[in-house]
């Protein structure tokens, strides 16, 4: 167990509608990175946030944003759910940004019908 | 850009035999590289990683991988496959776009039949 945390575990969503994902972070790490996985692929990298601040995107449209809190917890944010949205959202912490090992929590497993 | 290709999408061995998982990669810097393990249903497990100290990589479970520079390899071994090694075993590469970003490959599936 990585100490990083996702909710919920599961979530099925219509297309169109909105979704946030929450992820808390391991004890001690300021960065938070986010990854969508699509069925039988390698994760691919959404954004990172840094200190409240995002400091790095993947190719994925302005629909796909996020939060860092204070207490270095984030969300995802996902509107306008596209039917390709359907896939399995990790997040990742690390020490800081440039901290090569990221900790992975368990994922949540987004389904858009 | 920094990629990976994992030459196998499936592997299959039998219990006790070596595991061979093959992984090239591509960096115009000196680059670190990672494998990590999913379980089915889990999230990601961090087997090791080389960050440009020891070419040869020991890991978790057993594992190791050793870093060739010269055929830009990166490939993951043990010497004897326990049932509980199948899972998906991704090859990943770290980007330092002025921040660590994780590329991964697309995977290689680990049968082990008893």
């Known amino acids: 167990e990585t100490g990083v945390t996702q909710s919920p575990t599961h979530l099925i969503k219509t297309r169109g509608q909105q979704v946030t994902l929450r992820c808390s972070s391991q004890s001690g790490h300021n960065t938070v990175s986010w990854y969508q996985q699509a069925l039988g692929q390698g994760p691919q990298f959404i954004f990172q946030y840094y200190r409240e601040e995002e400091n790095g995107r993947g190719n994925f449209p302005p629909r796909f944003s996020g939060l860092q809190f204070p207490n270095y917890s984030s969300e995802l944010n996902v509107n306008a759910l596209e039917l390709d949205d359907s896939a399995l959202y990790l997040c990742a912490s690390s020490f800081d940004q440039t901290g090569r090992e990221q900790y992975f929590g368990p994922g949540t497993r987004l389904t858009v019908t | 850009a920094q990629s990976v290709t994992q030459l196998d999408s499936h592997v299959s061995v039998s219990e006790g035999t070596p595991v061979l998982l093959r992984c090239n990669y591509s960096?115009?810097?000196?680059?670190?590289l990672f494998w990590y393990v999913q379980h089915p249903n889990k999230g990601l497990q961090l087997l090791l990683k080389?960050?440009?100290?020891?070419?040869l990589v020991k890991g978790i479970n057993g594992f190791e991988a050793e870093f060739k520079k010269s055929e830009t390899s990166f490939h993951l071994t043990k010497p004897s496959a326990h049932m509980s090694d199948a899972a998906e075993y991704f090859c990943?590469?770290?980007?330092?776009?002025?921040?660590?970003?994780?590329?991964f490959g697309t995977g290689t599936r680990l049968l082990v039949s008893p």
């Open positions: 960096s115009s810097y000196s680059p670190s």
């Open positions: 080389y960050t440009s100290a020891a070419t």
């Open positions: 990943v590469v770290s980007d330092p776009a002025g921040f660590q970003k994780l590329v």
